[in-house]
């Protein structure tokens, strides 16, 4: 049993009360050898302080005292997610230190390690990847904070040097994509996972060091099967020459628990930070679909779409107001790029 925070109460009024009093917190266990790639199996000691044992898992579960406790040098001979805790007498268990270990992997791409407890992903009741125990209400189609679930996120730049180590919460993206088998995922920053930004230059096209969110994109339509996966990226990647605003894209090789999950698209998520970061709005109006508000309101693109159904644009007058109101030069260019997806199907 974890020992616990409590206070004494005033000398007038204490009663006998046996619960254990925590002294202060474990010291965070310290690893032989850090995250990164290596060509031949490895050895891996772990470290404690005082009298603070050492319990570990390797299937991506935060430790527990019922879990193996630490004894000898570890020895890693596949690629191998390691999570240790200390745990001591009238202390606060450590947070977990979460370690992901290549071995001998053939990987060229930029790396993203995820790594969070496998109830989090499969359990029918919370797992956010399931359909769960509802077909007709899946798991994975849930949205909000109530299916956001803790997760350690690790970031291996081109030469699979580290780039940035930090816990996040994780959700399932996406729209239709949901229902396919491998998924996208959205990654949050927030302080209560330990910061509320992600501080690192990830897009060499982009002067932006720091992100609220990512976007691990499947490939969107293209994210199964024999498809190219580089659709939605290339679209992108054309609109951005005309001019139009897009999400900057990294392709990386995805690890889940240190599972090989294949090759994803790492973006940037268009959202209030997006906008301020890349574009110089510091207030906007940001709705998804079906009108959903994520910042601002929706009263203006209701008047504006008030104003589409109910004039004729042939009349010279509408169309003239209708200038006011749309940048058609922008919302032709866009269509012309909505074609063109549709063209490279």
């Known amino acids: 049993m974890e020992a616990k925070i409590c206070a004494c109460l005033p000398v007038q009024r204490q009663m006998a009360n046996d619960t254990p009093c925590a002294q202060g917190v474990a010291a965070l266990p310290l690893f032989s050898l850090g995250s990164g790639f290596y060509d031949w199996p490895i050895s891996l000691s772990i470290q404690s302080?005082?009298?603070?044992?050492?319990?570990?898992?390797?299937?991506?579960?935060p430790p527990s005292e019922s879990d193996p406790r630490y004894e000898k040098p570890l020895k890693i001979t596949k690629t191998s997610v390691v999570r240790a805790r200390a745990f001591g007498p009238d202390l606060i268990a450590s947070p977990t230190v979460t370690q992901t270990f290549f071995i001998s992997e053939p990987v060229h791409l930029p790396v993203l390690s995820l790594v969070t407890d496998p109830a989090n992903l499969w359990d029918q009741q919370?797992?956010?990847?399931?359909?769960?125990?509802?077909?007709?209400?899946?798991?994975?189609?849930q949205h909000g904070r109530a299916w956001e679930r803790p997760v350690s996120l690790t970031f291996f730049d081109d030469d699979h040097s580290l780039g940035f180590a930090l816990d996040a919460g994780v959700r399932i993206f996406g729209g239709t994509t949901r229902e396919l088998a491998k998924k996208s995922f959205i990654v949050y920053f927030r302080k209560a996972y330990g910061q509320d930004k992600l501080h690192?230059?990830?897009?060499?096209?982009?002067?932006?060091?720091?992100?609220?969110?990512?976007?691990?994109r499947n490939g969107g339509d293209d994210g199964w099967g024999s498809r190219s996966r580089m659709r939605d990226a290339l679209v992108q990647a054309l609109a951005a020459g005309?001019?139009?605003?897009?999400?900057?894209?990294?392709?990386?090789f995805l690890y889940l628990n240190g599972m090989p999950w294949g090759i994803y698209n790492l973006r940037e998520h268009i959202d209030a930070d997006y906008l301020a970061n890349n574009l110089g709005f510091k207030q906007a109006d940001?709705?998804?679909?079906?009108?959903?508000?994520?910042?601002?309101?929706?009263?203006?693109?209701?008047?504006?779409?008030?104003?589409?159904?109910?004039?004729?644009?042939?009349s010279a007058t509408n169309y003239a107001q209708a200038q006011k109101l749309v940048d058609i030069k922008n919302f032709t260019d866009y269509q012309i790029t909505q074609s063109t997806r549709g063209i490279l199907t």
């Open 200 to 216: 690192y230059r990830l897009f060499k096209e982009r002067k932006r060091d720091s992100f609220t969110s990512l976007v691990i």
């Open 242 to 252: 005309e001019g139009l605003p897009g999400s900057a894209k990294r392709s990386v």
């Open 126 to 141: 919370t797992g956010i990847y399931v359909e769960g125990l509802d077909p007709q209400n899946p798991n994975y189609k």
């Open 286 to 314: 940001l709705l998804r679909e079906r009108q959903t508000v994520k910042a601002g309101d929706a009263s203006e693109w209701q008047a504006n779409f008030a104003f589409f159904a109910s004039h004729d644009l042939r």
């Open 49 to 61: 302080s005082g009298a603070a044992q050492i319990h570990y898992t390797l299937d991506g579960s």
